[in-house]
T-cell receptor
Framework: DAGVIQSPRHEVTEMGQEVTLRCKPISGHNSLFWYRQTMMRGLELLIYFNNNVPIDDSGMPEDRFSAKMPNASFSTLKIQPSEPRDSAVYFC?????????FGPGTRLTVL | DQQVKQNSPSLSVQEGRISILNCDYTNSMFDYFLWYKKYPAEGPTFLISISSIKDKNEDGRFTVFLNKSAKHLSLHIVPSQPGDSAVYFCAADFSGNTPLVFGKGTRLSVIA
C-alpha cells in the first residue's frame, strides 16, 4: 500500500482564495483525521470521520473551514476564503488499531 | 487546556549519549501512549507505544517508560545517532476509533 496520500504537497495562494486539500486514506482504514501543525500549537486535530461520517469537528477553527468524506477512499478539507493565518502544514491520517498513519502533509502558504 | 504536554521544545545531545524526551498528561482515562517521529517535509511516523497496563516497553535503541501515578512518560534513545534528529511527538489515546491527543513536540538534535 502507498500509505496515506495527500495532495498537493505545497500550496501557495493569495488571501481570499479558496483552497482545497485532498487525502486518500489507507485502504481498509475506517477512520480519517485532519490535523494542522503550527509552531505555536503543535498538532491540532481539526476534524475526524468514522466510516465516512464526521464525528467531531470541534477543532475546525471557523466556518471558513469545511471537510467532506464522500466515500471511504477520499476526503477534502476546504478553506474559503483563506487568510494568512491559515498558513500551516495540514496532515491527514487514517487509523488502524491504536496507530494513526500520517500522510506527508500539505504545506499551505496564504499570502 | 493541553491534555498532553511536552515542556521542552528542543533538546541537543551528543552522538552516543542517551536522549531522554519527556511527556506529561493530565487525563487519567488515557490508556495507550505513543511516540511519533517527524522529519522535515514528512508526516509523523509511529515509533513506539505503551499500554497503560505496562510501565516499560523496549524496541532496540528506543525505550518508553510510563509512570501512571505521576502521569508521566519518557522516551529514551540510547545510543543516540545523528539520524535520530527529528521532532518527537508524544500522543495519548482513550482506545477505540478516537483521535490521538498530541503534545506540541520536542525537536531533538543529535550532534556528531
Amino acid at each position: 500500500d502507498a500509505g496515506v496520500i495527500q495532495s498537493p504537497r505545497h500550496e501557495v495562494t493569495e488571501m481570499g482564495q479558496e483552497v482545497t486539500l485532498r487525502c486518500k486514506p489507507i485502504s481498509g482504514h475506517n477512520s480519517l483525521f485532519w490535523y494542522r501543525q503550527t509552531m505555536m500549537r503543535g498538532l491540532e486535530l481539526l476534524i475526524y470521520f468514522n466510516n465516512n461520517v464526521p464525528i467531531d469537528d470541534s477543532g475546525m477553527p471557523e466556518d471558513r473551514f469545511s471537510a467532506k468524506m464522500p466515500n471511504a477512499s477520499f476526503s477534502t478539507l476546504k478553506i474559503q476564503p483563506s487568510e494568512p493565518r491559515d498558513s500551516a502544514v495540514y496532515f491527514c491520517a487514517s487509523l488502524s488499531g491504536n496507530e494513526q498513519f500520517f500522510g506527508p502533509g500539505t504545506r499551505l502558504t496564504v499570502l | 487546556d493541553q491534555q498532553v504536554k511536552q515542556n521542552s521544545p528542543s533538546l541537543s545531545v551528543q552522538e552516543g549519549r542517551i536522549s531522554i524526551l519527556n511527556c506529561d498528561y493530565t487525563n487519567s482515562m488515557f490508556d495507550y501512549f505513543l511516540w511519533y517521529k517527524k522529519y522535515p517535509a514528512e508526516g509523523p511516523t509511529f515509533l513506539i507505544s505503551i499500554s497503560s497496563i505496562k510501565d516499560k516497553n523496549e524496541d532496540g535503541r528506543f525505550t518508553v517508560f510510563l509512570n501512571k501515578s505521576a502521569k508521566h512518560l519518557s522516551l529514551h534513545i540510547v545510543p543516540s545517532q545523528p539520524g535520530d534528529s527529528a521532532v518527537y511527538f508524544c500522543a495519548a489515546d482513550f482506545s477505540g476509533n478516537t483521535p490521538l491527543v498530541f503534545g506540541k513536540g520536542t525537536r531533538l538534535s543529535v550532534i556528531a
